[in-house]
């Protein structure tokens, strides 16, 4: 499995914190979350489905990544398999590193409770299936305080509630507190979860398509108050979206999904500014915007791979207008393209052999040359 | 900006030579049982061939108005015409006669298949309704998934066979199938990845080319709208706030909800105008204007009468105060 970034940990190390520390790429030491190589795989009925295969990705403080993918392209399960929230049916492999706390897939079932919520917490899509709602806003909050003995005393609970409630930009806390879910509106809803979320002051903040529910103008308010929320608490993020101009507004870095990878991977102006993946390219492609005359969309062929039915070689293969043979019989790894991105593509490679297909190892060296002609000299031994 | 509407080649494009109205809904009004008032007097007209898009956001009431233009809700009060026929009127065989001129895709084919038909037959279903007889039932069908670029073989399969994106094709053949003036997309691509949406889109837009049918393209997705839309209606709180060209909706938006709405969406690169709150429930709507309460310019006079929808430019028409000040 190739690292996330390998070489841009020379990169980092020489260049010293940049700007807003953002601009650090995978592998460092000041991750909070680490994933390596994580599969996620469903059985059900003996029927199996890979969900995940093969994910690599750190997490900084302050810092929010994106996840961007078509439904089905696994950017969800990777989020929730970072919190264990499957049941029986699911199996993990590789590791999720928690800084201070191993490897939380090896975690007990007792010890995920004391992560999930103090150190992870997460955000969900829809607010009110998040929300019980046979109780009030303030009680569901003070449960989690009180769960994760994050107060003191019943009062102080209280108190800390509403002030909760004050930060996620609600208008009337005491009000709020005293309602019931179905009472308020669906914005309101989000602002009550996201203050349940970040309760317990978690170090890694989930979300997991945070706005998709809401309407354009709630959409713009939350994402403003998600951003300075971070910028405040400087959790680190991942926030999972299908929304190219979500993940535009709030992304620090992105990773592209396809069919349980991650296919490009960079900071978040350059992955959709310039895409060197033809996935993230015709997935940008296809969304209207006023240039693009009526009816002259450039959709991408066929379907997404269902899971299971991988075709050989790149899943995205079959779709891609410049695959080739080799496309379709082996595998692309991400190897590192200047500008601390990575991509998995053979069209971005051509050098590396056959041998691509079986996992390489960390260490593949980048010589950066003039855009577009950046030779990629992997060293893709198997691991 | 507003020329570039009017010289596209499409004749039916909006303000080009004479457009034939198709479907007239005139201050249509329906209030639920419990004191939800979701339209609130909304006109609209759908020329022949044209693509009107309504967006607004949700509970704005344009799923409503739909489902009235469609017979499926009945209006409280207000006038439907389609060609020269009175919807609001007819019933029994001729309103089954008139339903095959109106045709819907809805947001969700997943729900609006019937799981224990094939898709064959779900298709041949709307020509039963309409009496037709057999042979003619099967070339017709064949006709309509040829269209979408269905294969055959996907007739005999049932609705859980079939992704999303194909779901949604069988659903435009569904519709197709009558032969309609008139198709109402309820969200019809916003349930769709983008890549297999940016499918869909291409296949309206050359039905619409090859057949000559009207849309009316409901949306909330506002990219969408502009990229398939001659003419865009905004609607607020159950009240249409703005009328215009696609191209100058886009360019130049008078209403402040308008306005505030474009610069909502994500990337939009407008300057963004933040509304506070979120829409006042429509059981108690504010006085005057319904979108004072948020809006960033309002005045005292907003609260005291409902504006009503001005023309500013030609084929330009906005309710708000002070576009009528300004204009006067």
Known sequence: MTTLATTSDADTMADGPTPAGRDSAGGDSNATLRLRDLHTTFSSRGLTVHAVRGVDLDLHPGEITVLLGESGSGKSVTAKSV????????????????????????????????????EIALIPQDPSAALDPLRRIGAQIVEVLRQHKAVPTKAAAKARALELLGQVGIPDPARVYRSFPHELSGGMRQRAVIAIAVSCDPRVLIAD????????????????????????????????????????????RIGVMYAGRIVEYGPAADVLGAPRHPYT????????????ARGQLRSITGQPPVSGELP???????????AHDRCRATDPVLVDLPGRRLAACHLLSPDDGPAAASAGAAGSTTTAGPEGTDRTEGEESAA | MSATAELTDDPTAAGSLRPTPLLVVNDLVKTFGNGVRAVDGVSLTVHKGETLGLVGESGCGKSTTAKMILRLLAPDAGLILLGDDDLTAVRGRQLRQMRARMQLVPQDPQTSFNPRLSIRSSIEFNLRAQRIEKAERARR???????????????QRFPHELSGGQLQRAAIARALVTSPELIVCDEAVSALDKSIQAQVLNLLVELQQDLGMAYLFISHDLSVVEHLSDRVLVMYL????????????????????????????????????????????????????????????????????????????????????NEARTAA
Not at chain 1, 225 to 252: N, Y
Not at chain 1, 312 to 322: M, N, V
């Open chain 1, 209 to 252: 398509e945070p706005t998709t529910a809401l309407d354009v103008t709630v959409q713009a308010q939350i994402l403003a108050l998600f951003r300075s929320l971070i910028d405040r608490m400087g959790s680190a993020v991942l926030l999972v979206t299908h929304d190219v101009g979500v993940a535009e507004e709030v992304g620090d």
């Open chain 2, 238 to 321: 159950g009240r249409v706030v703005e009328e215009a060209s696609a191209a100058q909706l886009w360019a130049r938006p008078r209403h402040p909800y308008t306005e505030a709405l474009l610069s909502a969406a994500p990337s939009s690169g407008r300057t963004r105008i933040m509304l506070t709150g979120d829409p006042p429930s429509p059981v108690n709507p504010p006085s005057g204007c319904t979108f004072r309460t948020r809006c960033p310019v309002a005045l005292p006079a907003c609260a005291e009468e409902r504006p009503l929808l001005q023309v500013t430019d030609p084929h330009h028409l906005v309710a708000c105060v």
């Open chain 1, 312 to 322: 050989p070689g790149c899943a995205f293969a079959p779709r891609c207008p410049d």
């Open chain 1, 83 to 118: 919190m264990r929230l499957y049941g029986a049916n699911a199996t993990f492999a590789g590791t999720v590193e928690l800084d201070g706390r191993g490897d939380l897939l090896a975690a007990g079932p007792k010890e995920m409770l004391s992560v999930r919520g103090p």
């Open chain 2, 141 to 155: 069908v064949a006709e309509a998934m040829e269209r979408v670029g269905m294969p055959m073989a996907y007739g």
């Open chain 1, 281 to 292: 390219r015709a997935l940008l492609d296809s969304i209207p915007s006023p240039g693009v």
